[in-house]
């Protein structure tokens, strides 16, 4: 896809597509006198409800970061019953995805995911593959600084003597995919943390105090009519705009 550096990206008043980082999990269940690992598998559910919202409403990427490159910092036990979750709902959701037409995709450094795990990738991917419904992007031992460099990387192994845009869009995690129109955040936090870093250009940014696994259909709306007041110039005036585009 060609970046919105390059091209003005069509108008929609509808997100074509939607970036997400899933924040709170383990301060919700902390809330709740639960231990962390009950938060994660409650954000595992509200995703579920997320995916099938945004399928129905027309929505047709769904990008979201559920493990970092820095994620691996945390405790052992919790990285171990993340990597489990991960194979499990991986094995168990991804019939319904595909019974549902929706296609998945993970992206991400897999060289430190067990086999069992990269064999789960590949599986889901290869079975969801020739579904046209909504994608559903999953951003595993992800960073943005890596997805750029394992991308200049690439195209630098091919022999490009000049190392722009048009050749490194190839390489990028997400080059079948148009760049986000609304990134959210859940949690209270107010920082992109390495997600999506070339993508999000101009991506409109939407930040929420509400926890992940309370983040519901409403929370969601709530991020798409904040996403339809704002003015999208891409670099121009307000006054270049269509008049139906322009903001009082």
Not at 16 to 42: E, S
Not at 75 to 99: A, I, T
Not at 150 to 158: G, K, V
Request: charged residues 25%; aromatic residues 8%.
């Amino acid at each position: 896809m060609t970046s919105s550096t390059q091209t003005i990206p069509e108008h929609r008043d509808l997100p074509r597509h939607i970036a997400v980082i899933m924040d709170g999990n383990g301060r919700w269940a902390k809330k709740r006198l639960l231990p962390r690992v009950a938060g994660h598998k409650k954000g595992l559910e509200v995703l579920e409800a997320l995916t099938a919202i945004c399928s129905r409403l027309g929505v047709d990427y769904l990008t979201v970061f559920a493990f970092s490159t820095e994620n691996w910092r945390r405790p052992q036990e919790e990285v171990g019953f993340l990597m489990g979750l991960f194979l499990q709902s991986l094995q168990k959701r991804v019939k319904k995805l595909h019974k549902n037409g929706l296609r998945l995709k993970i992206i991400g450094d897999r060289s430190r995911f067990a086999p069992s795990i990269v064999a789960g990738i590949e599986a889901a991917e290869a079975l969801t593959a020739n579904n046209t419904g909504l994608t559903l992007t999953i951003a595993a031992d992800y960073g943005g600084r890596w997805d750029i460099l394992q991308a200049a990387n690439q195209a630098l192994a091919t022999g490009v003597k000049v190392l722009d845009e048009a050749a490194l869009a190839p390489y990028l995690a997400l080059s079948e995919a148009p760049e986000p129109d609304l990134f959210i955040r859940t949690g209270g936090e107010t920082r992109i943390s390495n997600f999506l870093l070339w993508q999000l250009a101009y991506t409109e940014l939407y930040f929420t105090p509400v926890l992940w696994p309370d983040f519901d259909e409403a929370a969601l709306m709530h991020a798409v009519h904040s996403f339809q007041t704002r003015e999208r110039r891409f670099g121009r005036t307000s006054e270049q705009l269509p008049i139906h585009l322009q903001r009082p």
